[in-house]
């Protein structure tokens, strides 16, 4: 596990697909993450690459060739190797050298990186196209929040905005794959937090650039800087039985969505995949601050 910190946060990360496993705020001795209890997911922050969500019957494929390939891919359960460390970040990274190419035909490498500022942890991605043609890809943040944060509070103590542009679009998902639900909705989006808005699964927006998830009572919470995403998800694991769900929260800034369910399966054809030119690298960021 790799520490850093600053004044206000001590965040600890795996390298085990250099997951986010702790945030704890040292003034307020608040510990952010959800502690990742196999009983309700066993994931705390998991990277998601390169697909995010899952493929119609878990298959796709590219100029001719089929492949199979799980839900969010296979990054998160990678070993990353150190790549460089000071007090307040660190960077891990992975070269793909054809261990992946049952699973993608692509060669990668990945470098992951967690700076803290503040009150704010930044987590940036690169990924470098090392083919000799265009590839194609997805990438997705996890992160799962405790909720509640505070001793006596409850999950309808808090609210959940996400703030985006006037076409703002609505996804839902029926057996995994992607429908549009409603587009041009307004913004802020305040969807009452409840048990229910999770019995099919995540709830998906397009074009949400900030989300907050704050304590009506406390003040604490999260927010989420987005901007530029294509994709947010919301979820939290749903319990059928009890009708409740799990004590977290998860906060997904994504590049890339599962397939819509009238995908062709052709990866250069997948809603949302980002396309990268040979020897060129992908980068982007996103920043949590813990209130």
Not at 23 to 46: F, H
Not at 162 to 191: C, M, R, W, Y
Not at 250 to 264: F, K, N
Request: charged share 20%; with cysteine.
């Amino acid at each position: 596990m790799q520490v850093i910190e600053n004044e206000h946060l001590k965040v600890s990360i795996s390298p085990e697909g250099a997951e986010l496993r702790e945030v704890w705020n040292k003034k307020e001795e608040i510990q952010y993450m959800w502690e990742g209890d196999p009983a309700y997911w066993g994931r705390v922050s998991p990277v998601l690459f390169p697909i995010v969500g899952r493929l119609k019957e878990d298959r796709y494929e590219v100029n001719g060739e089929e492949y199979s390939m799980n839900q969010h891919g296979f990054l998160r359960d990678v070993t990353f190797a150190l790549h460089q460390k000071g007090p307040d970040f660190v960077s891990f990274s992975i070269s793909s050298n054809r261990q992946f190419t049952a699973q993608y035909p692509y060669e990668f490498q990945a470098i992951i990186t967690y700076s803290l500022k503040g009150e704010s942890l930044s987590v940036s991605w690169k990924i470098v196209n090392e083919n000799e043609e265009s590839m194609y890809f997805s990438i997705g943040g996890h992160p799962a929040f405790q909720i509640p944060l505070m001793e006596g509070e409850t999950l309808a103590d808090y609210e959940l905005a996400l703030i985006g542009d006037e076409n703002v679009t609505q996804f839902e998902l029926k057996d995994a794959l992607v429908h549009v639900k409603e587009s041009n909705i307004s913004s802020p989006i305040t969807p009452a937090l409840s048990a229910n808005l999770f019995k099919n699964d995540a709830l998906i927006y397009s074009n949400v650039n900030h989300v907050k998830l704050t304590s009506k009572h406390s003040g604490k919470g999260v927010e989420i800087d987005c901007a530029g995403f294509p994709y947010v998800g919301i979820w939290s694991k749903y319990d059928e039985t009890a009708g409740t769900i799990a004590p977290f929260l998860c906060i997904e800034p994504w590049y890339g969505i599962a397939d819509m369910h009238d995908t062709t399966g052709d990866l250069k054809e997948k809603a949302g995949i980002n396309i990268l030119p040979a020897g060129e690298a992908f980068e982007s960021t996103y920043f949590i601050t813990f209130k």
